[in-house]
């Protein structure tokens, strides 16, 4: 099974189609549980490795402890970790540029990386990005069914994580980035829309508004709505494949 080490942690990533298509990095939906088999599950919308695979290079990669991917814990880790593993292992792979996709999760994810390497994203597809207006109070609960699935972890403390937890969701949209910094962002965005409390509408209604080269899906999750969603991602990548 193929596995990248950055430091002390071990990601899982799998690739899916031809290796000369175009690489297109996926972000999986399950909050920090986010892993490649959220893809297939059962009720998961769209499956990119499947949708995606016949045209493009397709690589999925299980988040630092999630899946089969694990790292230690500390106080320090904040978007900026996940996003420096996501950057590995496009090195690793030797993938200069790429599409990214992602759910969930991937949204603020994909946030951060364009604020991060922007140079390093041609274009990306935002599915029902997470997000939140105003204060949260306490630790989200998808924080804690994450850490009650940890093992293997003899350095991590109650501290290491309510501080973990200050860096990555004290802040209100979608985590990573301001309003203000989305303006900023020129890489062509397809964001459709989630419509429930952890993935609320005018999160991605907002992202769209603000970004200057966006495109805004409001209906995409079951029937008809579905099938055009899925054809509309696959084209909006295609267009803008170099």
């Given at each position: 099974m193929p596995f990248f080490r950055r430091g002390p942690a071990s990601i899982y990533y799998e690739e899916h189609g031809p290796g000369s298509g175009f690489p297109v990095l996926l972000l999986a939906p399950g909050s920090l549980n986010s892993s490649i088999e959220w893809w297939r599950r059962e009720g998961t919308p769209?499956?990119?490795?499947?949708?995606?695979?016949?045209?493009f290079r397709v690589i999925a990669m299980d988040q630092r402890n999630a899946g089969q991917s694990w790292a230690p814990i500390g106080p320090e880790d904040n978007w900026d970790t996940y996003t420096a593993d996501q950057v590995g292992l496009l090195d690793h792979l030797g993938v200069e540029r790429a599409h990214l996709m992602g759910q969930c999760i991937g949204g603020p994810l994909i946030?951060?990386?364009?604020?991060?390497?922007?140079?390093?994203?041609?274009?990306?597809?935002?599915?029902?990005?997470?997000?939140?207006?105003?204060?949260?109070?306490?630790?989200?609960?998808?924080?804690?069914?994450?850490?009650?699935?940890?093992?293997?972890?003899?350095?991590?403390?109650?501290?290491?994580?309510?501080?973990?937890?200050a860096n990555m969701y004290t802040a209100d949209f979608v985590y990573t980035v301001t309003r203000e910094f989305v303006p900023t962002c020129a890489t062509p965005l397809l964001i459709m829309a989630g419509n429930d409390q952890a993935h609320p509408f005018e999160i991605a209604r907002q992202l769209a508004e603000l970004a200057p080269n966006a495109e805004f899906v409001p209906e995409w999750k079951q029937g008809a709505a579905l099938q055009a969603a899925r054809a509309k991602a696959g084209e909006f990548l295609d267009r803008h494949t170099p």
């Amino acid at each position: 099974m193929p596995f990248f080490r950055r430091g002390p942690a071990s990601i899982y990533y799998e690739e899916h189609g031809p290796g000369s298509g175009f690489p297109v990095l996926l972000l999986a939906p399950g909050s920090l549980n986010s892993s490649i088999e959220w893809w297939r599950r059962e009720g998961t919308p769209m499956n990119p490795m499947a949708d995606l695979g016949d045209r493009f290079r397709v690589i999925a990669m299980d988040q630092r402890n999630a899946g089969q991917s694990w790292a230690p814990i500390g106080p320090e880790d904040n978007w900026d970790t996940y996003t420096a593993d996501q950057v590995g292992l496009l090195d690793h792979l030797g993938v200069e540029r790429a599409h990214l996709m992602g759910q969930c999760i991937g949204g603020p994810l994909i946030m951060n990386f364009l604020k991060t390497a922007p140079q390093r994203v041609v274009a990306a597809v935002l599915l029902q990005p997470s997000g939140r207006f105003g204060p949260l109070p306490g630790r989200r609960p998808s924080f804690n069914q994450w850490v009650e699935t940890l093992t293997g972890h003899p350095e991590m403390t109650e501290a290491a994580l309510e501080s973990m937890h200050a860096n990555m969701y004290t802040a209100d949209f979608v985590y990573t980035v301001t309003r203000e910094f989305v303006p900023t962002c020129a890489t062509p965005l397809l964001i459709m829309a989630g419509n429930d409390q952890a993935h609320p509408f005018e999160i991605a209604r907002q992202l769209a508004e603000l970004a200057p080269n966006a495109e805004f899906v409001p209906e995409w999750k079951q029937g008809a709505a579905l099938q055009a969603a899925r054809a509309k991602a696959g084209e909006f990548l295609d267009r803008h494949t170099p």
